[in-house]
């Protein structure tokens, strides 16, 4: 089997809830994500997505996706798309760094790995364990009764996993981190994220008002070494996301114990291919892992449940299921939420189709 055509078509997300609000003022109304097709001589296709949050938050933005995929397709014409360790060393050998213009392309060719053989992801990327893996839903950053509000909203409809957007003044960081812990029931578990956006000296401020919360504290500065001095003087659970970005990273905060979650993103590592070399590595670490994306819709969403659902229950701390909170649907056969839980397809492949009408137009088009 070989590659004949890849391609990339934008579509907007726009949100449920109007905007998305996290540290630093950053916000988002409308999400611009790309959808990624790989075609074979054979027949087969298969799709990816890839959804930046804003250029703004990681080193990623959309027209880089289509620009970035632009120039790496020619390369990857004529190469057999089930290889996806080879597929993968040819990316990085005809594009340095940019994981996030790799990530569409891997995940399309799982895609395809998984119709040509008639096993669905999960399976293949080491197996189906249980019927469903558990969510959070992450609440945007508002004033704290509205934040209170809207978790006791969400935990009405089954949501157990909670991940505040914190990062702002310290002192309405300490007042949103109380409002909603004291909506908190056993079993469930908030995770209060400030996305980088304290100080040290602001992360120590708000680590010690709320040390006898029952809350984790995820991604509290910018930097590797901020986050680790604030963790030296945090005893409550820690996790890094933002500066997670590779294995050389993930080994070194095993080494500093530097955290007890991890966040994974697919497409900040660079695909489904190089997620899994990462969740491997933090299952035999014993690193419980929250597995996700930057953003996304229906295709995004179906990889990050195949991700989760094949990971050991006991270290999938969570996932997240970006479909619902967009207004759009671009697939049909993605996950659906229920009770806060959500399962992969057992269909072939990612079990998801893109609406015909959003690939009649593609804005990047590569062809033998």
Request: charged share 20%; aromatic share 6%; glycine share 10%.
């Amino acid at each position: 089997m070989k590659i004949t055509r890849i391609f990339a078509c934008r579509v907007e997300l726009p949100l449920h809830e109007g905007a998305y609000r996290w540290s630093g003022g950053k916000s988002v109304s409308v999400f611009d994500s790309t959808i990624v097709g790989v075609e074979t001589d054979e027949g087969v296709a298969g799709y990816g997505e890839v959804c930046p949050l804003g250029p703004f938050y990681l080193p990623a933005y959309a027209n880089g996706v289509r620009a970035g995929i632009a120039e790496l397709a020619p390369h990857l014409i004529g190469a057999e798309p089930r290889e996806l360790a080879k597929l993968n060393w040819l990316m990085d050998a005809a594009l340095k760094g940019h994981p996030y213009v790799k990530s569409g392309i891997d995940m399309a060719c799982w895609d395809i790995l998984g119709k040509s053989t008639g096993l669905p992801v999960c399976e293949l990327l080491g197996g189906r364990y249980g019927d469903d893996v558990t969510l959070y839903r992450a609440i945007s950053q508002e004033a704290p009764s509205a934040m209170a509000a809207r978790v006791a909203q969400y935990r009405a409809e089954g949501y157990r996993r909670f991940q505040l957007k914190v990062g702002g003044d310290p002192d309405d960081d300490i007042e949103r981190i109380h409002a909603v812990a004291a909506l908190m029931q056993c079993g469930d578990r908030l995770v209060a994220d400030a996305n980088t956006g304290w100080r040290p000296h602001e992360a120590m401020r708000v680590v010690r008002a709320v040390r006898d919360l029952d809350v984790y504290i995820e991604q509290p500065c910018l930097t590797y070494d901020e986050c680790l001095s604030v963790r030296r003087h945090c005893d409550a659970p820690f996790v890094l996301d933002e500066t997670i970005d590779g294995i050389d990273v993930l080994l070194r905060a095993n080494a500093d114990h530097a955290m007890d979650v991890v966040n994974l993103k697919i497409s900040k590592l660079g695909g489904l291919t190089k997620t899994r070399q990462a969740r491997d590595l933090c299952v035999s670490l014993g690193i419980a892992m929250t597995l996700e994306d930057s953003w996304g819709g229906d295709i995004v969403t179906a990889a990050i449940a195949h991700l989760a659902q094949s990971t050991p229950p006991d270290l999938g701390f969570t996932c997240t299921d970006f479909n619902s909170y967009v207004s759009v649907s671009i697939a049909s056969g993605a996950p659906v939420r229920e009770r806060g839980r959500m399962s992969a397809s057992s269909a072939p492949g990612l079990g998801v189709t893109p609406h015909p009408e959003l690939l009649a137009c593609p804005l990047v088009d590569v062809m033998a």
